[in-house]
Structure formats: C-alpha cells, structure tokens
C-alpha cells in the first residue's frame, strides 16, 4: 500500500464545468502522475510533477493543468470539461530509479 | 505512436493451461514493469526487469527481458481463476517517465 488516495472517487458533471481532481500521497516521493484509462487506449499520461510547483506534459495534455503547491497533493483541473474527458483518472507515485508506479484506486469522471 | 505493443489483446483459457503474453517494442528501454490490474482498480505492480535477458519468477509466473530489452513475455504456469485480469507491460527509458501498453485481458475459465 503506496498511501495513495484520490478524491471524489466517482463524479458526474455537465459539459463546460470545472472540475478538480485530488491526489493525496502520505510518503512523501518526489514524483506524482496522472494518467486516464479509455478502452482500447490503455494508460496514457497526462501530466507529471518531480517536486513542489515542478510539472511537465505528457501524451494527452491539452485540455488539463495541473498544480502542486505540497509534496503530498497534485491536482489535476479540466477547466471546460467535454464528453471526450469521460474517462477513469489514475494517480501514481513512482519510487525507485526504475520510475515504477503505484497507483491509486482511480476516480470516474463522465461528461455528460 | 504506440511504442510498446502486447499481444495477444484477449486470451480466454481453461483452468490450468499455460500461456504465454508478449511485450514488444522498437525501442530500447531502461527496465521493464509487468503490473496486473482487476476490475475497479489501479494496476498493481507484479515486477521489474532491468538487464538483458532477465529472467524473474512470481510463483507460477516467469517474466524475460529480451537480449535486447526491446521485449518481454510474461509466461503463466497452471493458470488458475485467480489470474484473471489485465496484465499490462511498462517501459522505462529514463526520462522520468514510463509508457505503457495498451494491454491483454486474461479470462481464466474455471
């Protein structure tokens, strides 16, 4: 057990809302990351933290930001949810010099 | 650009068979993760291959990395219901982060 927890685990929200999605880590590693899982895409990064305020893009970065003002919590934001954002959001840690990941218990977000 | 491809995508076996998964890629990466996933629930990280023809063994699961460490396989022995799942292959190529395979959805019939 990583000590990863994300919040809400499940949400429901309308086309062109907000929404903010929280990671809570309670051991302190250095790298944070989000990754959404769609059928037939398999896990694809969103974006990445190595530290406090220090972020970077991965694959599907466009229409997400993300913020880590604590070593202990990274927030994903959709500024104007869509459909297309429908999805099972995963947050990770990584330990080790192999970057291998521990992954939270996801949260449901559908667009309607 | 999809740089790790499994194969096969399903496999649907009978309740003590053997099977084998595969992981293959184009390039070159650093270490290879094997994580098995269950319905409603993040990956789970089964192992980690670093060095050329690795071999590792879980209980009835042995995991390679090619000569190469441009592949993998993950071979089951005796499969059992238990197994069921998604098993999903990982690559690293020491760039902070790692890519994923889309994976292969494992039904063990009992």
């Known amino acids: 057990d990583a000590g990863i927890t994300q919040s809400p685990r499940h949400k429901v929200t309308e086309t062109g809302t907000p929404v903010t999605l929280r990671c809570h880590q309670t051991?302190?590693?250095?790298?944070m990351y989000w990754y959404r899982q769609d059928p037939g895409h398999g896990l694809r990064l969103i974006h990445y933290s190595y530290g406090v305020k220090d972020t970077d893009k991965g694959e599907v970065s466009d229409g997400y930001s993300v913020s880590r003002s604590k070593t202990e919590d990274f927030l994903l934001t959709l500024e104007s949810a869509t459909s297309s954002q429908t999805s099972v959001y995963f947050c990770?840690?990584?330990?080790?010099?192999?970057?291998?990941?521990?992954f939270g218990p996801g949260t449901r977000l559908t667009v309607t | 650009t999809q740089l790790l491809e499994q194969s096969p995508q399903f496999l649907s076996i009978q309740e003590g068979e053997n099977l084998t998964v595969y992981c293959n890629s184009s390039?070159?990466?650093?270490?290879l993760q094997w994580y098995r996933q269950e319905p409603g629930e993040g990956p789970v990280l089964l192992v980690t291959v670093v060095t050329g023809g690795e071999v590792k063994k879980l209980k009835r699961l042995t995991f390679q990395f090619g000569d190469a460490r441009k592949d993998s396989s993950l071979h089951i022995t005796a499969a059992q219901p238990g197994d069921t799942g998604l098993y999903l292959c990982?690559?690293?190529?020491?760039?902070?982060?790692?890519?994923f395979g889309k994976g292969t959805r494992l039904h063990i019939l009992p």
């Open positions: 990770a840690i990584s330990r080790g010099t192999s970057y291998e990941q521990y």
């Open positions: 390039s070159v990466f650093s270490s």
């Open positions: 990982a690559g690293a190529r020491g760039d902070d982060k790692i890519i």
């Open positions: 051991e302190n590693h250095r790298y």
